[in-house]
C-alpha cells in the first residue's frame, strides 16, 4: 500500500512539474498573475500585471495590465490598447474606465463588472507609456524629456519584450488600438513595427491586422480650428464670435500650445468663445454632466456610495479610479509602483516632459504606408467631443482616400444597433473606414459601452456595420434554460 503509495505521489508530482512546464511554454507567466484584485467580483478568465523593463542601464521599465478574453482566449486575437494625452495612463483610462472588465464602485475600494468589455471579444494589453507615465518609470530623469519617435521605439521593445514572458501570443493576430493622441501613438508604433518587420533578419515578424483610433489627433491644426466650428455649430458660440474667429484667424499657421502666431484678433476671439462655453461644460463630452471633484473626494473619504451618475455613465469615475488605484491592497495586487514612486498614481503624467513640436506632425503620410502595407485601420468618432471632432477627422479621412485613390465602397449611411442608430459610416476599400457612435464622447467606450464593443466586433470580424435594425448574430447571447450560447462572437 505504501508502495503504490509513493509511486503515485511521484506520479502527481511529475505530472505536476510538467503542468508547471507548459504552463510557461503557453504563455502564462505566474509571477506576474493577478490572483484577485481587491474588491473584483468572481470571473473565469485570466489577469496578469507587472513591468518590462526597456533599458536595464537607464533603468526604464513600463508597466502592463494583461486581460484574457472572457472565452476562448486561446481563439482569440491580442488587442493593444493606449490613451493619449500625451502623458496619460491607459490603465486608468482604458483598463478601469473604458473597456477593461472592471469599473470603480462609488466608493472607490471595490470593482463592479464592465458587462460590454472588449475582452468578450479579444485579449486585451493595457500599457502605461512612455516612461513617466502612471507606473512606468526610469532610474535616468533625462527618459523622461521624450517625444514620438522614442516612445515608438519603446513600445516596440516593449511588445517583443511581453511575448517573451507570453510567447504563445507572437502568433496571434495584432490589433492596435487606442484614442485622442493614440492618434499619434498608435500609427507610429504601427510605423515602427512595420520597419522591424522590414529590416530585422530574425524568423519572428509582428501578425499585425489592423488600426482602430478613436478621436483621434491627426493633423493638429485642422482639428483645432474645427473645435470653433463645432461649437458654433451646436449653439454653444453666437454668430458673432463663431464669424470672428472664422474670419480672423489662420489656423493653417497654429502650433501646438502656442498661440502667439494667432493674431490678436483671433486670440481676443478664441478667448471670448472659451468664456461662453464656460467651465461647466465638459468639452470632451457635451452632453455628460460634469464631476466636483471637491465633493466626489468627501465623499470617497466618508465611504459612501456617489450617486452622481448622469444619462452616459458615471461621471465622477475618474476620481474613483484615481482613489482605487492608489489603495496600497490594489498596487500590491497588480504588481506595481515596485520602486515605490515618490508621487501617486495619476491619471495624467505630472513629470514627462514631452515634446511640444511633435503634435504638430501629420500622421496622413504615415496612415498612408500602414494601408498601403494593406493593414486596415478604422478611423471612429464620438460625435459629442468638441476637443477632436468629427467634422475634422471625416474630413482628413476623406483627404488620405482621395490621396491614396480609394473609391468610397459604402456610401455614408446611418448604422444600427439594438435596433437604434449606433452612428454613421462611410468605407473606401477594405483597409479604410470611418464611424460615427452616436451620443459619445471623446472616451467612446465609456460613454457609449455597447455600441463601441459592437463596432469592435466589425472592426475584427472584417464586416460591415449593420444596415438594418435586425440584430445580427453575431451580437446576440442566446440563452436555453440555464445554459448561455454565444454565438459566432466567440470565433473572432
Known amino acids: 500500500m505504501g508502495k503504490w503509495w509513493f509511486v503515485g505521489v511521484l506520479i502527481v508530482l511529475g505530472y505536476v512539474c510538467l503542468l508547471g512546464t507548459t504552463f510557461r511554454v503557453e504563455g502564462y507567466p505566474i509571477e506576474d498573475l493577478v490572483?484577485?484584485?481587491?474588491?473584483?467580483?468572481?470571473?473565469?478568465f485570466s489577469q496578469y500585471a507587472g513591468y518590462v523593463d526597456i533599458d536595464l542601464k537607464h533603468g526604464r521599465s513600463l508597466?502592463?495590465?494583461?486581460?484574457?478574453?472572457?472565452?476562448?482566449?486561446?481563439?482569440?486575437?491580442?488587442t493593444l490598447w493606449l490613451n493619449g494625452g500625451p502623458g496619460c495612463s491607459s490603465i486608468g483610462g482604458g483598463a478601469f474606465t473604458e473597456l477593461g472588465p472592471f469599473y470603480p464602485k462609488g466608493d472607490g475600494r471595490g470593482l463592479s463588472r464592465n458587462s460590454k468589455?472588449?475582452?468578450?471579444?479579444?485579449?486585451?494589453?493595457?500599457v502605461e507609456s512612455p516612461a513617466g507615465v502612471g507606473w512606468s518609470y526610469s532610474n535616468t530623469t533625462s527618459d523622461y524629456t521624450i517625444g514620438d519617435d522614442a516612445t515608438a521605439n519603446d513600445m516596440v521593445l516593449f511588445l517583443l519584450k511581453w511575448y517573451e514572458k507570453f510567447p504563445s501570443y507572437k502568433s496571434r493576430k495584432l490589433f492596435l488600438t487606442g484614442e485622442s493622441y493614440a492618434g499619434h501613438y498608435i500609427p507610429q508604433l504601427a510605423n515602427a513595427i512595420l520597419d522591424y518587420n522590414a529590416y530585422h533578419s530574425s524568423d519572428f515578424k509582428f501578425n499585425i491586422k489592423g488600426l482602430a483610433i478613436g478621436n483621434p489627433l491627426l493633423k493638429w491644426n485642422h482639428d483645432r480650428r474645427t473645435t470653433y466650428e463645432y461649437f458654433w455649430s451646436h449653439g454653444m458660440i453666437s454668430d458673432e464670435i463663431g464669424v470672428a474667429i472664422m474670419n480672423d484667424c489662420d489656423f493653417d499657421d497654429y502650433n501646438y500650445g502656442d498661440h502667439q502666431n494667432l493674431s490678436d484678433s483671433c486670440n481676443d476671439a478664441i478667448e471670448d468663445a472659451n468664456k461662453v462655453v464656460g467651465e461647466y461644460i465638459n468639452i470632451y463630452d457635451v452632453i455628460l454632466d460634469v464631476c466636483y471633484p471637491a465633493?466626489?473626494?468627501?465623499?470617497?473619504?466618508?465611504?459612501?456610495?456617489?450617486?452622481?451618475?448622469?444619462l452616459n455613465g458615471d461621471v465622477c469615475i475618474d476620481s474613483e479610479t484615481k482613489f482605487y488605484l492608489n489603495l496600497p491592497e490594489v498596487q500590491k495586487a497588480?504588481?506595481?509602483?515596485?520602486?515605490?514612486?515618490?508621487?501617486?498614481?495619476?491619471?495624467?503624467?505630472?513629470?514627462?516632459?514631452?515634446?511640444?513640436?511633435?503634435?504638430?506632425?501629420?500622421?496622413?503620410?504615415?496612415?498612408?504606408?500602414?494601408?498601403r502595407n494593406h493593414i486596415p485601420v478604422l478611423v471612429f468618432s464620438g460625435d459629442q467631443d468638441t476637443v477632436i471632432p468629427l467634422i475634422g477627422s471625416r474630413t482628413l479621412v476623406r483627404?488620405?482616400?482621395?490621396?491614396?485613390?480609394?473609391?468610397?465602397?459604402?456610401?455614408?449611411?446611418?448604422?444600427?444597433?439594438?435596433?437604434?442608430?449606433?452612428?454613421?459610416?462611410?468605407?473606401?476599400?477594405?483597409?479604410?473606414t470611418f464611424a460615427t457612435v452616436r451620443g459619445a464622447g471623446h472616451m467612446v467606450p465609456y460613454a457609449q459601452p455597447s455600441r463601441a464593443l459592437r463596432l469592435f466586433q466589425s472592426f475584427l470580424s472584417g464586416r460591415r456595420l449593420p444596415n438594418t435594425t435586425r440584430p445580427s448574430i453575431d451580437e446576440s447571447i442566446i440563452t436555453y434554460g440555464n445554459k448561455k450560447f454565444y454565438s459566432r462572437i466567440d470565433s473572432y
Not at 364 to 371: F, T
Open 295 to 310: 465633493i466626489a473626494e468627501q465623499e470617497l473619504r466618508l465611504k459612501k456610495m456617489i450617486h452622481n451618475i448622469s
Open 35 to 44: 490572483e484577485r484584485l481587491p474588491g473584483q467580483p468572481k470571473v473565469k
Open 334 to 371: 497588480l504588481h506595481a509602483n515596485r520602486t515605490n514612486l515618490l508621487y501617486p498614481w495619476s491619471d495624467c503624467s505630472n513629470v514627462l516632459n514631452y515634446s511640444k513640436t511633435d503634435p504638430d506632425i501629420s500622421m496622413l503620410p504615415i496612415l498612408k504606408r500602414i494601408i
Open 117 to 126: 468589455s472588449w475582452n468578450k471579444v479579444s485579449n486585451l494589453l493595457f
Open 63 to 78: 508597466f502592463y495590465y494583461f486581460v484574457e478574453a472572457d472565452h476562448h482566449p486561446h481563439k482569440k486575437p491580442l
Open 399 to 432: 483627404e488620405l482616400a482621395d490621396d491614396l485613390k480609394f473609391k468610397i465602397t459604402d456610401p455614408y449611411r446611418v448604422w444600427f444597433h439594438k435596433g437604434q442608430v449606433g452612428g454613421w459610416v462611410t468605407e473606401y476599400g477594405k483597409l479604410l
